[in-house]
């Protein structure tokens, strides 16, 4: 069955810490993967999404993901925090020949000052 | 940019009540999504819509209907609201790109 994990449930940075934010998935092709933002009582904004070609791609606000085929990973980096950056993060599977996603259950970044 | 209108941000409703959702979007964009979002739970896709009148089943439909009588207008019924459906309740909408874009959710309390 296909699904996606995002292990750390929550996770605390200082700012201008470096930050990364895992996700795995399990699906049988190769996947539409995709990193949403939500701030607090806000719907969710799409930071960045992989659909084919180069692994590593960019996404707004100074974040990136890479695609690992091999870990079954999608992880989400950014070099240097900010406090506003907190908030909660999703990662997403979309399935091809669908418009569906599989969403994982989120992981909520604090940032101190 | 892409819009999708929620009508309502907080609702609070009575055990019992018939509940309407609205969502509306500004794109032109075949497929539409209800979707809940609880607590450590994530997303959890109630209905969604490929075209006006079709729709389908997604994994938690028990105790909701949807309606699309127009292409930029996606309803989410409670038929009978429980307090289990206190919830947030989001929106999305996806074109041609397979991306989904989001509305700013609503706030639903059953007391």
């Known amino acids: 069955a296909q699904s996606v994990t995002q292990p750390d449930i929550h996770i605390t940075v200082s700012e201008g810490a470096s930050l990364e934010l895992r996700c795995n998935y399990s699906?049988?092709?190769?996947?539409?993967l995709f990193w949403y933002v939500q701030s607090p009582g806000q719907g969710l904004q799409l930071l960045l999404k992989?659909?084919?070609?180069?692994?590593l791609v960019q996404g707004i606000k100074g974040f990136e993901a890479e695609f690992k085929r091999s870990q079954s990973s999608f992880n989400l980096r950014k070099p240097s925090v900010h406090w506003s950056d907190a908030a909660e993060y999703f990662c997403?599977?979309?399935?091809?020949?669908?418009?569906?996603?599989?969403f994982g259950t989120g992981t909520r970044l604090k940032v101190l000052a | 940019d892409v819009k999708v209108t929620q009508s309502s941000r907080y609702l609070v409703k009575r055990t019992g009540e018939k509940v309407f959702l609205e969502c509306v979007q500004d794109?032109?964009?075949?497929?539409m999504f209800w979707y809940r979002q609880d607590p450590g739970l994530g997303l959890r896709l109630i209905y969604f819509?490929?075209?006006?009148?079709?729709?389908e089943k997604g994994d938690i439909p028990e105790g909701y209907s949807v309606s699309r009588e127009k292409k930029e207008r996606f309803s989410l019924i409670l038929e009978s609201a429980s307090t289990n459906q206190t919830s947030m309740y989001l929106c999305?909408?996806?074109?041609?790109?397979?991306?989904?874009?989001f509305g700013a959710g609503t706030r639903l309390s059953v007391l």
């Open positions: 794109m032109d964009h075949e497929n």
């Open positions: 992989y659909f084919s070609g180069d692994t």
């Open positions: 999305a909408t996806a074109g041609a790109k397979n991306i989904q874009y």
């Open positions: 699906y049988g092709a190769t996947p539409y």
């Open positions: 819509s490929y075209d006006v009148k079709m729709k």
């Open positions: 997403a599977v979309g399935t091809s020949g669908t418009y569906k996603y599989i």
